[in-house]
């Protein structure tokens, strides 16, 4: 993969965490991710699963985050950063994250961003040590988020 062709820059799907991160720019986002999201922004090839905003306003809700707004005018920002677009709960997915070929925690927005991965051929981005050391079966692929 080169910089100088971004039809060859693989889709990125962002977890949860680092969706935020990535908005307040923490430092906890690695500068290999970090460099990895800017290339995928030049494409559009930076996902957020359906679940994710759902996911964002759970955390908000129980003070886990916090967003120093109201929690859809925040969502509504994340989303509309360059190079960011939001993937629908398709049939396919909603389905396949209760059929997976591998066992595999309850965690619902889990189990949806691990079906999304998949089914879009796209790359994981999380620090979930679950998550990537699940992705290491090569049902799916991940990249740490904090590296």
Known sequence: MTVSDPARLPLLLLDTH???WLV????ALGSRAHN???????????????????????LAR????ELHRETLVWVQAALSLQGIRLVPLSP????????LPFEMHADPADRIL??????LGATLVTADRALLELAKSGHFRAMDAGL
């Open 92 to 99: 396919e997915v909603a389905v396949g994250s209760n059929q």
């Open 24 to 27: 307040f720019g923490m430092p």
């Open 62 to 65: 129980k003070k886990k985050i």
């Open 36 to 58: 990895e999201i800017d290339l995928g922004t030049q494409d559009e090839n930076l996902l957020v699963s359906a679940i994710t905003p759902w996911e964002i306003g759970t």
């Open 18 to 20: 680092v969706l935020v």
């Open 114 to 119: 691990v079906a999304t991965a998949r089914h």
